[in-house]
């Protein structure tokens, strides 16, 4: 069995000992209950978001495999759409914030976002998602931004943390995974 036909299942049981925290923390997140103020649909399009922006391609496989249980093809899509745009978006906005010039945020961006206007699925998923690969890719402009949307439209604050919280475990399970693989 590759890596990339390996279920989630597999690859939790392949986190090294010094990473049992997140094997727990991956199985907590990816519940409702584990995720308060989520759908399983919202949890797995966030999920599935923050796998690919976190570059881990057997990991990516195998969440997309899970999502696709709780999640449509035009809702999983919406998810590749946050991952696509704020990997670009991420880059840009976080150099017009670190630089500390004011006059970049005058300037027109002049990249193009017109996925972000029907991205396939619900909007507020779609919002999520992008959060949650904002806080992967460690943009704070847009995390501000898709924090006060998301706010704006009635979600709690515990919603939002929760989305963080996936993207967060998700990133970290990437990471012992791939040091896995290199420790060998």
């Known amino acids: 069995m590759s890596h990339t036909d390996m279920s989630l299942a597999d690859l939790k049981s392949q986190l090294p000992d010094y990473a049992k925290d997140l094997r727990l923390n991956l199985e907590s997140v990816l519940t409702e209950g584990g995720a308060p103020g989520l759908t399983q649909k919202q949890i797995a399009v966030i999920a599935l978001a ?53 006059e970049y945020g005058t300037l027109r961006a002049g990249l193009r976002m017109n996925a972000m206007a029907n991205p396939g699925g619900d909007k507020i998923d779609f ?30 604050a515990q919603s939002i943390q929760s989305a963080a919280r996936i993207a967060a475990v998700i990133h970290a399970v990437a990471v012992a995974l791939e040091q896995a693989d290199v420790a060998g």
Not at 74 to 92: F, P, Q, S, T, W
């Open 127 to 156: 919002e999520l998602a992008s959060l949650a690969v904002s806080a992967v890719n460690g943009c704070g402009m847009c995390l501000e931004s898709h924090e006060k949307t998301l706010r704006k439209h009635g979600l709690s």
């Open 50 to 102: 923050s796998a690919i922006a976190s570059r881990y391609k057997p990991l990516t496989a195998a969440i997309n495999e899970e999502a696709a249980q709780h999640a449509s093809a035009e809702e999983l899509n919406g998810a590749r759409v946050a991952a696509a745009i704020m990997g670009m978006n991420n880059i840009y906005y976080r150099f017009v914030h670190l630089v500390g010039d004011a």
